[in-house]
T-cell receptor, first 111, second 111 residues
């Protein structure tokens, strides 16, 4: 399978804990995106990278959120001191053109 | 918040019927994309549109980029049970930049 992969697919955590998600983009895609999706809504942009450079961050990305893409390959999204409002599906997408291809997402539940 | 208005919110149709949905925006987009999402999965790209007035087909799917660049529609002809899912429009301003999504149209197909 050469699509975008995300790990884990599901994460349940207690409020206040830190969580980290990983995204592996399609090979040779130089752009990688993170989105968040809550029930009944479309995905909302969080941040994106071109190679290892983080080019844009949404105002949705509070100080508790940090994303990295070392070496311009996989990316990680970390949420510190999770809150119940962080419960959502976190989606990763990659592209080398206008068309973005999404992974299966990580479903986060904060208790 | 989301700037795209997608309608209808949901549709209940019989197998074999055609489906139409549309998306409008208060701002201009340079690219329109249509995605389909199944429960618990990431969005799958269906069609990408790059020019105002462009009409593009992908099998039983047809989409158009509105002439004002502020709207797009998607049509599904002769619906089948596997067309069930949530369809999202997405607009893009900058090449390879973030996508802005509508809230989705849920399609239910009954035999």
């Amino acid at each position: 399978d050469t699509g975008v992969s995300q790990d884990p697919r599901h994460k349940i955590t207690k409020r206040g804990q830190n969580v980290t998600f990983r995204c592996d983009p399609i090979s040779e895609h130089n752009r990688l995106y993170w989105y968040r999706q809550t029930l009944g809504q479309g995905p909302e942009f969080l941040t994106y990278f071109q190679n290892e450079a983080q080019l844009e961050k949404s105002r949705l990305l509070s100080d508790r959120f940090s994303a990295e893409r070392p070496k311009g390959s996989f990316s990680t999204l970390e949420i510190q001191r999770t809150e119940q409002g962080d419960s959502a599906m976190y989606l990763c997408a990659s592209s080398f053109s206008n068309e973005q291809f999404f992974g299966p997402g990580t479903r986060l539940t904060v208790l | 918040g989301q700037q795209l208005n997608q309608s209808p919110q949901s549709m209940f149709i019989q197998e074999g019927e055609d489906v139409s949905m549309n998306c409008t925006s208060s701002s201009i987009f340079n690219t329109w994309l249509w995605y389909k999402q199944d429960p618990g999965e990431g969005p799958v790209l269906l069609i990408a549109l790059y020019k105002a007035g462009e009409l593009t087909s992908n099998g039983r799917l047809t989409a158009q980029f509105g002439i004002t660049r502020k709207d797009s529609f998607l049509n599904i002809s002769a619906s089948i049970p596997s067309d069930v899912g949530i369809y999202f429009c997405a607009g893009q301003n900058d090449s390879w930049g973030k996508l802005q999504f509508g809230a989705g149209t849920q399609v239910v197909v009954t035999p």
